[in-house]
């Protein structure tokens, strides 16, 4: 049964400050990877989709990778900003059918 | 370009009786579905749906339904409410290999 967890679950950082997110999960055998962004009260917006043959992939000042054999992947935010506020949700489809399986989220405030 | 549209956007409803909760998906996406997300956690998978068929289902009871119209829209249905079913209902939509798109969701409260 496919796990994912997220650390740290929140986060506090100044602005300006470069950030990793961590996402871990328990099967390899995933179909993709993908991040996604939730402000308070409203719907996820995705931010990265990593296909299972790929190693990164790179959108502004967003960069997420995946290492499917040590279960893991991070987001990399650069530069983090106040609007950059919001929970960080990892998420992996298997290759066994069409479920995604959600992280709890890291919650990230970035201070002006 | 409409993205995921969800209907309503807050419900309060009484234990026992039943809900039915809308889901329109981005234009050209063909699969639609259905997250269950309690404060603070992430999204649960309940369902999705395919050429108007359920494809996969996640570890939810069969009070939890659900349809696809030819539209490729979509309903959720809850039957015989609990408290516990409080919590703010999420539809997704896809097409092939898209990444998941989702709508702002319903805002369920069950008293």
Known sequence: KQEVTQIPAA????EGENLVLNCSF????IYNLQWFRQDPG?????????????R????????ASLDKSSG??????????????ATYLCAVRGTGGFKT?????TRLFVKA | DAGVTQSPT?????????????????SGHDTVSWYQQALGQGPQFIFQYYEEEERQRGNFPDRFSGHQFPNYSSELNVNALLLGDSALYLCASSFRES????GNGTRLTVT
């Open chain 1, 56 to 63: 990164e992939q790179t959108s502004g000042r967003l960069n």
């Open chain 2, 10 to 26: 807050h419900l309060i409803k009484t234990r026992g009786q039943q809900v039915t909760l809308r889901c329109s998906p981005k």
């Open chain 1, 101 to 105: 399986i959600f992280g709890a989220g």
């Open chain 1, 72 to 85: 893991r992947s991070t987001l990399y935010i650069a530069a983090s900003q106040p609007g950059d506020s």
């Open chain 1, 11 to 14: 986060l506090s950082v100044p």
């Open chain 1, 42 to 54: 409203k719907g996820l917006t995705s931010l990265l989709l990593i296909q299972s043959s790929q």
């Open chain 1, 26 to 29: 328990t099967d390899s055998a």
């Open chain 2, 99 to 102: 990444p998941l798109h989702f």
